[in-house]
């Protein structure tokens, strides 16, 4: 970082252009990246929050003209002055450029680029000509001689995309604004299109996705974030109820085409299939349960995801020709290595459906009442009590399974339900809204607790022993650990102990194959962005790849692998696209600041989803929470801001 010559990043300007090496100025937060892909060198950065320059033989004029282009590309046409705005002043950059400068070019850029920030309705304009107007502020005399010398400017070598704050957090990059702005006009099919460009299971990521895009959602620093997860479920709602069915083709034919075995009918398997399948490569997926879904029908209760929807979006995909073999384990019913010689690619796309040990007395000694909390959910998903002996129980975790496993516990009866956690409430890594929906639930709540031991009587549990813990010094994940604190050992009466501290992959399948590396968490080692393993015709993704991860994770997973293994069949190298490399540059400059001053007063409250009374809700597995209807789903995605970005980078 202390090679920029100019930086007026977040308006902070740095200018090094006339000192000595040894006494630049470093810019202040601000992460710049030396290198963009492997081996192409960053020399300037231009986007909506300024310029960084770092190499002088990147001329100004050129890079804003190839941004300005970029900028006017990305205008939606929506707002006049955006809109033709932007076209005239590339217009204007572009004939500069060509040695055809004009006296006062300068002041009509300077104009149009004020009167568009100030004119325009979305972020697209509001930051658009921020960095065309540093530039025109710190770099006068280049534009002037530009213009003067009336010299051809050769054309650099540059890279530009356009994302937003919201899109860049969703591991999928679905174009949030546009499909929010698709609601807020009432074209809710092209809402739907927008999505299933990359995400084949709107219902369903409408209803449990953990949301990574609304803690990015700029409105939030206004009042609250817009509520994106319940917009996807809202226009995939209105297509059920509406008995419609989406026309799902074959419109992006691969030049060649071949056959696919996908394990696992999960969130990663399926959209991988769904992607394989638009490409029209023959697609089989083999599947050890009875039905689709993998842990997102054995794992997530379904007053959370009912089951009829994930079936019906799984059987549209069907649609496309996907053909799924249930009841088929492989390892046991098929092996691997035999959907290897049969298929020119194979994509692994198992849950973590096994759980993990709690290192605690007792937990291996096969009592009755002691069940993983994954067999428990499973269990009651399947439709019955796993030991309807137990009433009086505790589940140990803080995650959404061990959430799941307490709130479920009232919907088959039990009647004293617990849940321990061994760090505070503030850490507990479960969804926030799922916290307080089991607090509201009369689940009862133990933190800074863990277990020691299980007790039992004629092999059964008849009670937990736990002890208080305290936080302490930091670990490696950078919270503070939790210690014992001495001598406060307690004991829980229960005959139910559920531990749902973690989960595991079982890759047992693997045992037909040589040459698939894997970690020592039980993961398939993949390359992280074409999902290829050490095998070259074996991709992954989902828990198999991450361990237990977000459901939107695996789903982004099986759509890179899709992509890759299109890429392999049509005997293609597989390489990074440059919407990787551009994820590696956004995990330095961040798309979104917490702390940024948006400008405008909030006041647009966000809309909430109707539910159940708690009372009522905690003793039924329908479905909990009722969609939005028609007009709240308008007033939500009116709050949108459209926070596009544009960046642009010399290479």
Not at 184 to 212: H, K, M, N, S
Not at 363 to 378: H, N, Q, S, T, W
Not at 404 to 426: N, P
Not at 609 to 623: A, C, G, Q, V
Request: hydrophobic letters at 35%.
């Amino acid at each position: 970082m202390n090679d920029i010559l100019f930086s007026s990043w977040g308006g902070n300007i740095v200018d090094n252009r006339d000192k000595d090496p040894g006494a630049f100025q470093v810019p202040e937060s601000l992460a710049f990246p030396e290198t963009f892909g492997k081996d192409e060198a960053v020399k300037a950065l231009i986007g909506w929050y300024g310029l960084v320059l770092r190499s002088a033989d990147v001329h100004v004029v050129d890079l804003c003209r190839s941004y300005i282009e970029a900028v006017s590309q990305a205008s939606c046409g929506k707002c006049i002055p955006c809109r033709t705005g932007t076209n005239v002043m590339a217009g204007i950059l572009q004939r500069i450029c060509a040695g055809k400068g004009k006296t006062g070019d300068l002041k009509r850029l300077r104009e149009l680029a004020e009167t568009i920030r100030a004119a325009s309705k979305c972020q697209v304009g509001q930051t658009g000509p921020v960095a065309l107007i540093d530039a025109l502020s710190h770099f006068e005399e280049v534009f002037r001689d530009a213009i003067t010398s009336g010299e051809v400017i050769e054309a650099g070598d540059y890279r530009s995309t356009v994302s937003a704050p919201c899109m860049d957090a969703c591991p999928i990059h679905l174009d949030i604004p546009t499909y929010v702005e698709c609601i807020r006009e009432g074209r809710y099919q092209d809402a739907l299109e927008v999505i299933r460009e990359r995400l084949p299971l709107p219902g369903v990521v409408g209803r449990v996705c953990v949301r990574p895009c609304e803690e990015n959602c700029r409105r939030a620093n206004m009042d609250d974030s817009v509520s994106i997860k319940y917009l996807k479920r809202f226009v995939a709602d209105q297509e059920l109820a509406c008995h419609c069915r989406p026309h799902y083709t074959v419109d992006q034919p691969s030049e060649k085409t071949g056959k696919v075995a996908v394990v696992g009918a999960g969130p990663a398997g399926v959209t991988c299939a769904y992607h394989l399948a638009r490409r029209g490569h023959e697609v089989t997926i083999y599947e050890s349960l009875g039905e689709p879904g993998g842990m997102a029908a054995m794992g997530i209760p379904d007053y959370r995801l009912p089951r009829d929807v994930l079936q019906t979006e799984v059987g549209w995909i069907e649609d496309l020709g996907v053909k799924i073999h249930y009841n088929t384990a492989v390892g046991k019913d098929i092996k691997l290595s035999e959907l290897e010689e049969q298929n020119d690619a194979v994509f692994v796309g198992i849950g973590a459906q096994n759980s993990t040990s709690m290192r605690v007395e007792g937990e291996d000694k096969g009592y009755e009442g002691f069940i993983p909390g994954v067999a428990y959910l499973r269990a009651v998903n399947e439709g019955y009590d796993p030991y309807p002996e137990g009433k009086k129980m505790v589940v140990i975790g803080g995650g959404n399974v061990a959430i799941d496993c307490v709130r479920c516990s009232f919907r088959i009866g039990k009647e004293d339900v617990h849940l321990v956690y061994r760090r505070t409430e503030k850490e507990m890594p479960a969804d926030d809204v799922e916290i307080e929906d089991a607090k509201e639930e009369k689940v009862k709540f133990h933190f800074l607790t863990t277990p020691v031991r299980i007790l039992e009587k004629d092999n059964k549990v008849v009670g937990l022993e736990c002890i208080q813990m305290k936080l302490g010094e930091p670990d490696a994940s950078g919270r503070r650990r939790p210690v014992p604190v001495e001598g406060s050992e307690f004991v829980f009466d229960c005959d139910l102990v559920i531990p749902a501290i973690g989960q595991r992959v079982d890759l047992s399948l693997l045992e037909s194959v040589d040459g698939v590396e894997t970690t020592r968490w039980q993961t398939l080692v993949v390359d992280e962005f074409t999902k290829q393993s050490t095998r070259p015709k074996i991709f992954s993704a989902g828990d198999c790849e991450t361990g237990p991860g977000a459901l939107i994770t695996a789903c982004a997973g099986g759509r890179k692998a899709a992509i890759n293994i299109d890429r392999m069949i049509n005997g293609l190298e597989l390489v990074w696209e440059e919407g990787d490399h551009f994820d590696k540059l956004f995990d330095a400059v961040k798309l979104y600041d917490a702390d940024e001053d948006i400008g405008i007063p909030g006041g647009g409250p966000r809309k909430h989803l109707k539910m159940l009374p708690p009372d009522s809700r905690k003793y039924t597995f329908d479905e909990v929470e009722a969609g939005f209807p028609v007009a709240d789903a308008v007033a939500e995605a009116r709050r949108c801001l459209r926070c596009y970005r544009v960046a642009t980078l010399a290479v």
